[in-house]
């Protein structure tokens, strides 16, 4: 009797462990230019500054306040980088899975996750790649790019202001 109350207890929690169980969610951002060459790169390094900052004004703790502010305003952050980079820029929203890679000396794992797209013109060059949640990514660089006005007036759009 008592192994069947003590293997009872063991079932029990290991269904209320599996139950409460949440994959943590990734959200990513991909940056393709047009092509590989030096002028394609630059503009990609222009949008990857521009991209940066936007996500950094809608990052949220909550996963689903940021998709959802990410959402909110992604027309807006499309008009936006096609007016600063001056070329045709395409921005998808949506699950992709990203095979077997390495970022910040951890692999990531083979799975599908919410992906932000920045294709600037057909999108055939190198692309980069970053993580920005749950962890916000870091970025190696010296150089300070502020396009806090042109961001937070997307914002303010959501806010009413």
């Given at each position: 009797?008592?192994?069947?109350?003590?293997?009872?207890?063991?079932?029990?929690?290991?269904?209320?462990?599996?139950?409460?169980?949440?994959?943590?969610?990734?959200?990513?951002?991909?940056?393709?230019?047009?092509?590989?060459?030096?002028?394609?790169?630059?503009?990609?390094?222009?949008?990857?500054?521009?991209?940066?900052?936007?996500?950094?004004?809608?990052?949220?703790?909550?996963?689903?306040?940021?998709?959802?502010?990410?959402?909110?305003?992604?027309?807006?952050?499309?008009?936006?980088?096609?007016?600063?980079?001056?070329?045709?820029?395409?921005?998808?929203?949506?699950?992709?899975?990203?095979?077997?890679?390495?970022?910040?000396?951890?692999?990531?794992k083979n799975t599908g996750e919410m992906t932000l797209y920045v294709i600037i013109g057909e999108g055939k060059g190198s692309n980069w790649w970053g993580t920005v949640y749950p962890e916000?990514?870091?970025?190696?660089?010296?150089?300070?790019?502020?396009?806090?006005?042109?961001?937070?007036?997307?914002?303010?759009?959501?806010?009413?202001?």
């Amino acid at each position: 009797m008592r192994k069947f109350l003590i293997g009872g207890l063991i079932v029990l929690c290991l269904l209320i462990c599996f139950m409460n169980f949440n994959e943590a969610k990734e959200i990513r951002v991909r940056i393709i230019p047009n092509s590989d060459s030096s002028l394609d790169l630059r503009q990609k390094e222009k949008a990857k500054d521009i991209t940066i900052c936007y996500l950094r004004e809608a990052y949220s703790e909550d996963y689903e306040t940021y998709l959802s502010n990410m959402k909110k305003t992604l027309s807006d952050f499309e008009k936006l980088l096609t007016k600063q980079l001056q070329d045709s820029v395409k921005l998808e929203l949506g699950n992709h899975t990203l095979y077997n890679k390495t970022y910040n000396n951890s692999a990531v794992k083979n799975t599908g996750e919410m992906t932000l797209y920045v294709i600037i013109g057909e999108g055939k060059g190198s692309n980069w790649w970053g993580t920005v949640y749950p962890e916000f990514l870091e970025v190696n660089s010296s150089e300070e790019v502020k396009y806090e006005s042109l961001i937070l007036s997307i914002f303010n759009k959501i806010k009413g202001e």
